[in-house]
């Protein structure tokens, strides 16, 4: 197999870009050396899954950088453990109580109100200020967050008191230190990652930046635990990962109830953003696919409200969603994964001890898979007007195997219903000048400038 470059040369912080770019010299798969070890980077997605399904007993290890094991504990997270029994309960866990099917149904209402709030203030800024246009992150961010953080708690909050700081902290503040601080510090390289002999030598600023940070989070999130605590000790009980956790395992250490509740508010209130908010960025762009998108809706829903129920008869709702993961797709490069004994990909031997790199960005945007990759046009999903589930197999947004993302069908409820009642109440215009602004920050794509947009009130059932 081809081994070419340094990690340590690669200055940029979005990998996916430049491991893209090579493999159009050396193919889907190549390895790299990182320092001290080596790393095969996979970007196609036949031989991703190759790794992730058919090979994963031999690659079933996660590699953390020193970032994220600091920030998940080494590991005390479920999608950052290596697959064995923490990892098998912690996952049943999650889909038993918060995102298999029938706990989705449990949450039906949260969904719709938090979907049904976000369209009412929408409406208050277009008639508060008509000329402005409206910052979409904004209102979608407090929402989600709200969303996630009652499941996740039993209620939303909009302060608290942290015992550590001696203060109250708003609601922006503790969606910073929970959600926000992360999302920039794992961004952090510290490169005595990459030359392990080297551990000893101090990095100051890298270890302040996320100690601190994880110091923040775990104060955040015990204070906010302890408040429900007192309110299940009330006898107060309540639909929430939190009151589940705490009847099911009465033996969780206090690190162990923040990890998990930790976990799970940050997943649901960051990928889901990204992707909507880049399907609301090109809807707004491309006028003719939002107009094709709201003819579909009103021939299926008349003049009701667009909910969960209408998705399956949406083709083109669902292929502007799934166009969207393939194109900007939120994880565009999987939580490393490490070969744990010998094995082979694509007919190439791999000795344990390697890192496996899935970037999941080559794998969407591969010319042998997608006419003109760059393009954002949904309608390579539908075949004569219907949703083609087949072509979905060509894309991983959620990674695939055993570690396949758990929150898969409720960020395909929210995504898929949100822009699909967005579209419906409102046209969507981009702000002047905002048409190539496709740059992204994080380990999430997140978009870097925010989608502002006008938006203009559509009369139901005259148009
Ligand atoms: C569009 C939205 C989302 C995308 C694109 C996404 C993507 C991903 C990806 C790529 C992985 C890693 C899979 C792998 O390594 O093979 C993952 C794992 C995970 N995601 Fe999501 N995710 C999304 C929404 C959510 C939501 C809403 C939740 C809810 C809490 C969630 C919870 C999880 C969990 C718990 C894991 C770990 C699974 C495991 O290790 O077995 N995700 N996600």
Redesign the pocket.
Same mark, same amino acid.
């Given at each position: 197999m081809p081994i070419i470059g340094n990690l340590h040369q690669l200055k940029e912080k979005k990998p996916q870009q430049a491991f893209t770019r090579w493999a159009e010299d050396y193919g889907p798969i190549y390895s790299i050396k990182t320092g001290a070890s080596t790393a095969v980077v996979l970007n196609s997605t036949e031989v991703a899954k190759e790794a992730?399904v058919e090979k994963f007993s031999s690659i079933s290890t996660r590699k953390l950088a020193k970032a994220v094991s600091i920030l998940s504990r080494d590991k005390k997270m479920?999608?950052?453990?290596d697959s064995g029994e923490f990892?098998r309960n912690?996952?049943r866990h999650?889909m038993k109580s918060?995102?298999g099917s029938s706990a989705l149904k449990q949450y039906r209402a949260s969904r719709d109100t938090m979907i049904d709030d976000m369209v009412s203030t929408f409406h208050k800024m277009v008639s508060d200020d008509p000329k402005t246009p409206l910052n979409f992150r904004e209102v979608f961010t407090s929402g989600l967050f709200g969303l996630?953080v009652a499941q996740a708690l039993g209620e939303d909050v909009s302060s608290i008191y942290v015992e550590e700081f001696g203060r109250v902290l708003s609601r922006d503040e503790i969606y910073e230190a929970v959600v926000h601080d992360f999302m920039w510090c794992v961004l952090e390289v510290d490169w005595r990652d990459f030359f392990p002999y080297l551990s000893w030598v101090p990095n100051e600023s890298f270890e302040t930046k996320v100690l601190t940070t994880e110091a923040r989070r775990t104060a955040v999130m015990r204070a906010l635990i302890n408040r429900q605590k007192e309110r299940i000790a009330r006898g107060e009980a309540r639909l929430s990962y939190l009151d589940y956790l705490l009847a099911e395992n009465a033996e969780l250490t206090e690190e162990q109830l923040i990890m998990l509740i930790w976990?799970?508010v940050?997943?649901?209130a960051?990928?889901?953003l990204?992707?909507t908010e880049w399907a609301m960025y090109e809807v707004a762009k491309n006028p003719e696919k939002q107009d094709r998108l709201y003819q579909e809706i009103r021939e299926v829903c008349g003049n009701e409200t667009v909910t969960e129920e209408h998705l399956p008869r949406l083709p083109y709702l669902n292929a502007v969603f799934q166009e969207t993961?393939r194109r900007h797709?939120?994880?565009p490069i999987?939580?490393p994964?490490f070969v744990h004994e010998n094995t082979s990909l694509a007919g190439y031997d791999v000795p344990a001890g390697t890192e496996v790199i899935?970037n999941?960005y080559a794998c969407h945007m591969n010319e042998k898979d997608w006419d003109e990759p760059d393009e954002w046009e949904p309608a390579r999903f539908l075949d004569g007007g219907r949703f083609r589930s087949a072509e979905t197999n060509k894309t %991983?947004?959620? *990674?695939?195997?055993?570690? %396949?993302?758990? *929150?898969?069908m409720?960020?395909?409820n929210? *995504?898929c219903t949100s822009i699909a009642r967005f579209v419906q109440e409102f046209a969507w215009r981009l702000k002047e000048g905002d048409e190539d602004k496709v740059d992204t920050v994080h380990v999430?794509a997140y978009k870097l400038d925010p989608l502002c947009a006008y938006l203009t009130p559509r009369a139901r059932g005259t148009e």
């Amino acid at each position: 197999m081809p081994i070419i470059g340094n990690l340590h040369q690669l200055k940029e912080k979005k990998p996916q870009q430049a491991f893209t770019r090579w493999a159009e010299d050396y193919g889907p798969i190549y390895s790299i050396k990182t320092g001290a070890s080596t790393a095969v980077v996979l970007n196609s997605t036949e031989v991703a899954k190759e790794a992730m399904v058919e090979k994963f007993s031999s690659i079933s290890t996660r590699k953390l950088a020193k970032a994220v094991s600091i920030l998940s504990r080494d590991k005390k997270m479920v999608a950052g453990s290596d697959s064995g029994e923490f990892h098998r309960n912690g996952k049943r866990h999650i889909m038993k109580s918060l995102l298999g099917s029938s706990a989705l149904k449990q949450y039906r209402a949260s969904r719709d109100t938090m979907i049904d709030d976000m369209v009412s203030t929408f409406h208050k800024m277009v008639s508060d200020d008509p000329k402005t246009p409206l910052n979409f992150r904004e209102v979608f961010t407090s929402g989600l967050f709200g969303l996630s953080v009652a499941q996740a708690l039993g209620e939303d909050v909009s302060s608290i008191y942290v015992e550590e700081f001696g203060r109250v902290l708003s609601r922006d503040e503790i969606y910073e230190a929970v959600v926000h601080d992360f999302m920039w510090c794992v961004l952090e390289v510290d490169w005595r990652d990459f030359f392990p002999y080297l551990s000893w030598v101090p990095n100051e600023s890298f270890e302040t930046k996320v100690l601190t940070t994880e110091a923040r989070r775990t104060a955040v999130m015990r204070a906010l635990i302890n408040r429900q605590k007192e309110r299940i000790a009330r006898g107060e009980a309540r639909l929430s990962y939190l009151d589940y956790l705490l009847a099911e395992n009465a033996e969780l250490t206090e690190e162990q109830l923040i990890m998990l509740i930790w976990e799970v508010v940050l997943e649901a209130a960051d990928t889901t953003l990204v992707a909507t908010e880049w399907a609301m960025y090109e809807v707004a762009k491309n006028p003719e696919k939002q107009d094709r998108l709201y003819q579909e809706i009103r021939e299926v829903c008349g003049n009701e409200t667009v909910t969960e129920e209408h998705l399956p008869r949406l083709p083109y709702l669902n292929a502007v969603f799934q166009e969207t993961l393939r194109r900007h797709a939120p994880v565009p490069i999987l939580p490393p994964r490490f070969v744990h004994e010998n094995t082979s990909l694509a007919g190439y031997d791999v000795p344990a001890g390697t890192e496996v790199i899935i970037n999941v960005y080559a794998c969407h945007m591969n010319e042998k898979d997608w006419d003109e990759p760059d393009e954002w046009e949904p309608a390579r999903f539908l075949d004569g007007g219907r949703f083609r589930s087949a072509e979905t197999n060509k894309t %991983i947004p959620f *990674g695939g195997g055993r570690r %396949i993302c758990a *929150g898969m069908m409720q960020a395909t409820n929210i *995504g898929c219903t949100s822009i699909a009642r967005f579209v419906q109440e409102f046209a969507w215009r981009l702000k002047e000048g905002d048409e190539d602004k496709v740059d992204t920050v994080h380990v999430t794509a997140y978009k870097l400038d925010p989608l502002c947009a006008y938006l203009t009130p559509r009369a139901r059932g005259t148009e």
